[in-house]
């Protein structure tokens, strides 16, 4: 199996910079894509520090920031806080 998030650090790049679709060592399929953020966002509490919900445009925000972070770091367990223990 191809590692693209690999392929993609190794190419020192960036969430700006843009992949070809036809890029078959760095465009993520996007089975395999799905795939990666179940294993690693499924179960996350979008929540603030008091708990509640977060807005809709925040929790956009938070999700793009886990999704970068765990494709640029490969950090593959998050805090417990984000996780909602």
Do not use: C
Not at 44 to 60: C, D, F, I, M
Not at 70 to 78: A, L, V
């Amino acid at each position: 199996m191809t590692d693209y998030i690999k392929n993609i650090q190794d190419k020192k790049l960036t969430i700006y910079d843009e992949i070809d679709i036809n890029d078959p060592v760095l465009w993520i399929p996007t089975d395999t894509l799905e795939n990666i953020l179940n294993e690693n966002l499924v179960g996350l509490h979008l929540t603030n520090q008091q708990g509640k919900k977060l807005a809709n445009r925040s929790r956009s925000k938070k999700l793009k920031e886990l999704v970068s972070r765990y494709i640029w770091t490969r950090k593959q367990q998050f805090t417990n806080m984000e996780r909602g223990y």
